[in-house]
């Protein structure tokens, strides 16, 4: 997908990582559209962004999601791409889990990104994107971490089966799996403090990746060797 012109929705765009990727998106001549809970820090990447139009959503109604989607599209006249970089962390044993919290998971970190992509499904034209942040711990499954992990997972899951449903269309579907990153996002959890983690990586190097495989009509952007990250065609 060629980025410049190339109309873009960011839900989570409040985010450490969603807001520098909306950033980047604009001085590479995309034109994001920009969504999350907070208005106050929508208005501030907006300003970043050449004050790109804003619309707050909440995860928990899904029917918010698709509604931001039909935003999106009469705001920018159509669109080429969305990048779901929504996400809440939690951290405990299985039993210290509470049933609220373990929906309020799945509902941010997987039914939210579904809803979005869904919703846009029929209206990205070839050579478009579908995108949302899963992670490592999709994979990895550590101990502590287990509804957390699940709902990414399952996120995980859905982006591949709606990859091969997209394809014949000319759709490109990408699974972002990012490992630990410097965002603090850890120290947001919801309920439970995060084990000892190592240093994370810079939202840099995982907005350099996000461009090229975006860029690229990659499917996958996943830890590489050492200190790297991997876009996978």
């Known amino acids: 997908m060629d980025l410049r012109g190339a109309r873009i929705l960011v839900p989570g765009a409040t985010g450490e990582i969603g807001g520098a990727l909306a950033v980047r998106l604009h001085t590479l001549g995309a034109r994001p559209a920009l969504a999350g809970r907070d208005r106050e820090a929508l208005t501030r990447v907006s300003a970043a962004c050449g004050h790109a139009p804003v619309c707050t959503f909440d995860a928990w109604d899904v029917d918010s999601c698709a509604k931001t989607v039909d935003w999106a599209v009469a705001e920018l006249g159509g669109l080429d791409a969305v990048v779901v970089c929504v996400g809440v962390a939690a951290f405990g044993p299985v039993g210290d889990v509470e049933d609220a919290v373990r929906e309020h998971l799945v509902a941010v970190n997987a039914l939210a990104p579904m809803a979005f992509l869904r919703a846009a499904a029929d209206r990205v034209p070839e050579g478009g994107v579908l995108a949302a942040v899963t992670g490592i711990v999709a994979e990895a499954a550590p101990a502590r971490m287990a509804d957390y992990a699940a709902a ?42 995060a084990p000892p983690l190592p240093p994370g990586l810079p939202v840099t190097d995982a907005v350099d990746a996000i461009v090229e495989a975006l860029s690229t009509g990659a499917r996958l952007v996943r830890p590489g060797s050492g200190a790297t990250l991997d876009v996978v065609r």
């Open 152 to 193: 990414k997972a399952a996120l995980a899951t859905w982006l591949t089966a709606v990859r091969r449903e997209q394809r014949r269309k000319g759709v490109s579907v990408l699974e972002i799996n990012l490992p630990h990153m410097d965002t603090g996002f850890a120290a947001r959890a919801v309920v439970g403090e």
